[in-house]
């Protein structure tokens, strides 16, 4: 088997995995993450614990693997970027006007999908529009 | 409530184990914003695995639906035109933004980025005060 096929392979299990994780926390619906985002009296810190928890497991499963290197692949394609720019803020604060109106960000919505529900299709398509728009008008991207 | 925080926690728990996964066989950070973005651009070689990990993020909520007979999604009463500005806003922000709650969140932290910190921070203060202000604005409540 070639390594791309053993990659694709291992992509599709570990969106499985990931989809199990976003359903079970509750990521996936976008009333609990609505829940979390708005503070009023029905404010739940639910939200926070998954967060925590995936940072904690990501945080010493990496650690592992840097000293491991990867398997089907001849090396590790991690970020090299470190400058904070007015892109990175100004992008992240445009995501957040859009996460705090619906509820959805980007793994969720597609994990959605399977709900057969027409408001994950109508955000995963404004979201892809969305992307390809910033690709037309913003340059260098 | 408890149970409540102990799903979040296990959840959070699953997605980080799919993190180290994609890092650790593919080599790859599991940011789905860069991930989606990916397979709408032709690479050769780095199309498929990208769309069979979307494929999995799908399969997945359907065997979860399936297997545990909850559904994903509890209400659908929002108004439409809301979902489809707030997908805009994400495709774009998150573009411009090289990331999302996996991505800068999850994956970005874990590396102790500080272009993910303060990106994380940015979106998830964002998130509060737009959600906040919706509810008291167009009374959509959570």
Redesign the interface.
Known sequence: MTH?IK?????????????????????????KV??F????A?W????????????????A??R??LR????????????T????DQ?????????????????????P???????L????F??????????????RV?PG? | MMNDISMAAAGGAIIGIASVLLLWLNGRIAGISGIMNGALTRVPGENAWRILFVAGLVAGGFFYQVITDTPLITRTDRPLALTAAAGLLVGFGTRLGSGCTSGHGICGISRLSLRSILATATFVAVGMLTATVIVRLIGVPA
């Not at chain 1, 445009?94 to 793994?107: E, K, N, R, S, T």
């Not at chain 1, 529900?117 to 994950?120: G, Q, Y």
């Open positions: 791309d990659r694709s392979i291992a992509a599709f299990i570990c969106g499985l995995v990931f989809a199990t994780g976003l359903a079970v926390s509750g990521l996936a619906n976008p009333d609505l829940q985002l708005t503070l009023n029905n739940s810190p639910a939200l926070l614990f998954t967060m925590l928890a995936g940072i904690l497991v990501t945080f499963g990496y592992w693997v491991r290197g990867p398997i089907f692949s001849d090396t590790l394609h991690l970020p970027r470190t400058d904070v892109r990175l803020l100004v992008g992240a604060a445009i995501f957040g006007v859009g996460w705090g109106l619906a509820g959805f960000c980007p793994g919505a597609l994990t959605a999908l399977s709900s529900h027409v408001e994950p109508l955000f995963v398509a404004a979201m892809i529009a969305g992307s390809l728009i910033e690709v913003v991207s």
